[in-house]
């Protein structure tokens, strides 16, 4: 398959038109990788703060891929599949954390 | 399912619908201000019409099951089928969660119905074993 050209695209419409660009280009792996950067940083972050609370963990930055998600799905960077997957993530980690059984 | 797993799978199932309806409904409500739809959400596979056929009828069928138990008559059991109707109906009650699991599993996450076919078989070999268990042992 050949890819448009850069020059092809209308720069001067703002990045409303390059962000589809660069998503056409990388088969929408610009943005996964970018949803999966953030999910990682944010996990090992919290998880490093506070040991053992990996729920917690998971719960937090599933949030966080999720609310950057949404805007980087209505943009066109990241694709609808890859967004199901980060709301079945941010769904089954809220459950998970609800239903913890914590020593008292 | 000793020390309240079956609540906890319950507590579990209930907490799963309310986030996705609550999380596919801010996506939803947020994606349609920029011309987005929920058909863009996997394809179509997560969407709140599926998602709300799969709530009505499990609805419905707990409605029918309360209905039934709170008449209290002797009349409602059918003589030709004797106590098996009766016995239908708790098993019906039992499975009543995990018939809402296939259900989103089904229309919601679009699993395979293979999948779930396989787990509910599973699922049925492990309640007659259980039932086969109490009667043996009375435990």
Do not use: C, H
Not at chain 1, 67 to 93: C, E, K, R
């Amino acid at each position: 398959m050949a890819w448009r050209s850069p020059t092809t695209v209308n720069a001067s419409a703002g990045m409303d038109s390059f962000l589809p660009y660069i998503s056409e280009v990388t088969n929408f792996w610009f943005g996964r990788m970018v949803m999966i950067a953030i999910f990682v940083i944010f996990i090992f972050g919290y998880l490093r703060q506070k040991e053992g609370d990996f729920f917690g963990a998971l719960a937090v930055s599933s949030y966080i891929t999720f609310i950057i998600g949404l805007l980087f799905w209505v943009i066109g960077l990241v694709s609808g599949l890859d967004f199901a997957v980060i709301i079945g993530v941010t769904v089954i980690s809220s459950v998970l954390l609800l239903t913890e059984n914590k020593p008292n | 399912m000793a020390d309240g797993g079956f609540k906890n799978l319950i507590f579990g199932l209930i907490l799963f619908i309310a986030f996705t309806v609550m999380i596919l409904t801010v996506a939803v409500d947020f994606g349609s201000e920029y011309e987005r739809s929920a058909e863009d959400i996997g394809s179509g596979s997560l969407n709140l019409v599926n998602f709300q056929e799969t709530a009505n009828s499990v609805q419905g069928n707990a409605s029918a099951m309360r209905s039934s138990f709170e008449s209290g008559s002797v009349d409602d059991i059918d003589d030709a089928s004797g106590m098996f109707g009766t016995i239908k109906k708790f098993i019906n009650l039992i499975t009543a969660p995990f018939t809402l699991l296939s259900g989103i599993l089904t229309n919601l996450l679009k699993m395979p119905k293979i999948i779930i076919d396989i787990l509910l078989g599973l699922l049925s070999i492990g309640l007659i074993l259980g039932m086969w268990r109490v009667l043996r042992t009375g435990s």
